[in-house]
C-alpha cells in the first residue's frame, strides 16, 4: 500500500498557515491531546505538518485541524504513515490513535474528518487493552523493519518480540517489565474469551511468539473474509481491503518467523484480491514485500533453488517501480532501488 511519510511537529509561536476549507484531493485531520483533566480531548493547535514525500507543508488551526494534500494515486482506503515530534507545555506527546501513526484514507477526503489522537510520554493509557491489541498488530506489521533480528535459527532470523516490546515501552516512558507482563495478561484474556474472533486469537497467538501458528489464524481469517465477501459483492472496498489485510497480516507472522515461503504464499493470496489498474499503489506495495520475502527465502537457499528466488525477486522489485516512479513516487521509488540493489 501506499505509505506517505508525514512529519507532524508541534511547535509555539507559529502562525497559522491555513484557512478551515478544504477539497476532494485533501486529507481533512484533526489533532487532538487525549490525555486532559476534563478527560474531553483537547485540540492541539498550531501544529507543524510535513508531507516529506510530497513536499507539502500545513498547520493545524485552532482547532487543531489540518488539509494535507493527497496525489492522486493515492486511493480511499490507503494509508498515510505519519511520525510525530510533539511538545506542549513542557510534555512530549505520542501516537495513541492510531498508534502507530497510520491512517487510511477515508472514501470521502472533503468531508469525512480522521482524529489522530495523542498521549503523553508515561500515559497509562498506553497500557489499555486497546493498545496493547494495537501494539501487537503493529509489531507483526513492522516487526522486521524497526526491531533487532537477534533470534536465530541455522540460517533462519527469527524477529525477537521481547527486544521490540522493550524498546516500545522505553520509547513511551514506561517499564518495558510491565509491558510484557501486560501483553502475556492481554494474550491469556483473549484465549479466554468464547467470543474472541480469528483475527484476535491470531494476534493473541503472535503475542506468545508461535509466529506459525498465528500466520495459521491469520488466514483462517482472510478466508473467511473471502468467503462472506462473494463474487457478487467484490465491490466492497472495505471488505476487499479486510481480506488483503488479513492475508498480508498471515504472511508478516511467518515471515516474523522465519516461514518465507508460507509468507511468500500469503502475499500472493493478497495480490490475487489486489488489483494493479484499480488499486495501483496497495499492488506495488504487495510486489515489494513479495520482493523481500524472495530474497529473504533465497538466503535460507543453495544452488539453483536459490538463485531462481533471487531472480524472481529482481523481477517482482521490477514490477513494483513499474508504479513506484521516481517523478511520481519518490520515497516508495528509492526503498524499492534500494531493496533492488541489495538483491
Known amino acids: 500500500m501506499r505509505r506517505a511519510f508525514i512529519a507532524l511537529l508541534v511547535a509555539s509561536g507559529w502562525p497559522l498557515l ?4 478544504s477539497n476532494p484531493r485533501e486529507l481533512h485531520g484533526r489533532v487532538v491531546n487525549m490525555e486532559t483533566a476534563s478527560a474531553v480531548p ?5 501544529v507543524k505538518i510535513l508531507s516529506i514525500s510530497e513536499q507539502q507543508e500545513r498547520v493545524t488551526n485552532s482547532n487543531g485541524e489540518f488539509f494535507l494534500p493527497l496525489p492522486d494515486s493515492l486511493l480511499a482506503g490507503d494509508q498515510v504513515e505519519l511520525t510525530i515530534d510533539a511538545v506542549v507545555n513542557g510534555e512530549r506527546l505520542l501516537f495513541f490513535q ?4 497510520r491512517v487510511r484514507i477515508p472514501n470521502d477526503p472533503s468531508k469525512d474528518v480522521v482524529v489522530i489522537g495523542l498521549l503523553p510520554k508515561g500515559s497509562r493509557r498506553f497500557l489499555s487493552d486497546e493498545a496493547i491489541e494495537a501494539l501487537i498488530r503493529q509489531a507483526n506489521d513492522e516487526g522486521q523493519k524497526q526491531a533487532m533480528l537477534a533470534v536465530r535459527s541455522g540460517s533462519v532470523a527469527q524477529f525477537d518480540l521481547d527486544y521490540f516490546l522493550e524498546s516500545w515501552g522505553k520509547e513511551r516512558g514506561l517499564d518495558p517489565a510491565e509491558v510484557g507482563k501486560r501483553v502475556s495478561a492481554w494474550a491469556e484474556s483473549v484465549e479466554g474469551k468464547p467470543t474472541a474472533d480469528l483475527e484476535e486469537k491470531a494476534l493473541a497467538t503472535f503475542a506468545e511468539q508461535n509466529f506459525g501458528d498465528a500466520a495459521r489464524l491469520f488466514a483462517e481469517a482472510g478466508e473467511a473474509h473471502l468467503t462472506r465477501l462473494g463474487e457478487e459483492h467484490k465491490e466492497e472496498e472495505e471488505d476487499r481491503a479486510k481480506v488483503v489485510d488479513d492475508f498480508k497480516q498471515s504472511a508478516e507472522a511467518d515471515s516474523n518467523g522465519g516461514l518465507y515461503a508460507g509468507a511468500l504464499e500469503e502475499y500472493r493470496r493478497a495480490e490475487a484480491v489486489s488489483d494493479r ?6 499492488w506495488a506495495g504487495l510486489k515489494l514485500r513479495e520482493a523481500i520475502t524472495l530474497a529473504d527465502l533465497g538466503e535460507t537457499q543453495d544452488g539453483p533453488e536459490a538463485v531462481q528466488s533471487l531472480r524472481l525477486a529482481v523481477s517482482e522489485c521490477q514490477s513494483a517501480l513499474e508504479v513506484f516512479t521516481e517523478k511520481e513516487h519518490p520515497q516508495d521509488w528509492a526503498r524499492t532501488e534500494d531493496n533492488l ?3
Open 277 to 282: 489498474s484499480l488499486y495501483p499503489m496497495e
Open 341 to 343: 540493489g541489495n538483491v
Open 98 to 101: 492510531p498508534l502507530d501513526g
Open 18 to 21: 491555513q484557512a478551515a476549507t
Open 42 to 46: 483537547v485540540p492541539a493547535a498550531r
